[in-house]
């Protein structure tokens, strides 16, 4: 099974950037989307943004024009640069992976342990 790891979270100033990294294990089963999650204490998790196999990005409206989505293929990672940091982007990141099964193409999703992020005012 894919797993994966995140890194780049920290402390930051409102207005200051951080760059959050996702690594995927190698594996035979196969990664289509991935995306980044976010949830603060007593709140769902909620989409930040996604990125298909093909390229094709989401955002929530809340990070529109502030966040960037990437992902190198060749590295099995995926990043979500973020600028322009506000104290309610303070939350744990999670990265998730939606997979297709190699041995009988079912569907699963796998998580992150999370990355915290804290913007200071």
């Known amino acids: 099974q894919v797993q994966l790891e995140e890194s780049g979270g920290g402390l930051v100033q409102v207005g200051g950037s951080l760059r959050l990294s996702c690594a995927a294990s190698?594996?035979?089963?196969?990664?289509?989307?991935m995306g980044w999650y976010r949830q603060t204490p007593g709140k769902q998790r909620d989409l930040v943004a996604t990125i298909t196999s093909g390229g094709s990005t989401n955002y929530a409206d809340s990070v529109k024009d502030r966040f960037v989505i990437s992902r190198d293929f060749a590295k099995n990672t995926v990043y979500l640069q973020m600028n322009s940091l506000k104290p309610e982007d303070t939350a744990v990141y999670y990265c998730?992976?939606?997979?297709?099964?190699?041995?009988?193409?079912?569907?699963?999703?796998?998580w992150g342990r999370g990355s915290q992020v804290t913007v200071s005012s």
């Open positions: 190698r594996s035979i089963d196969i990664i289509n989307a």
């Open positions: 998730r992976a939606d997979v297709v099964r190699f041995t009988d193409r079912s569907l699963y999703n796998t």
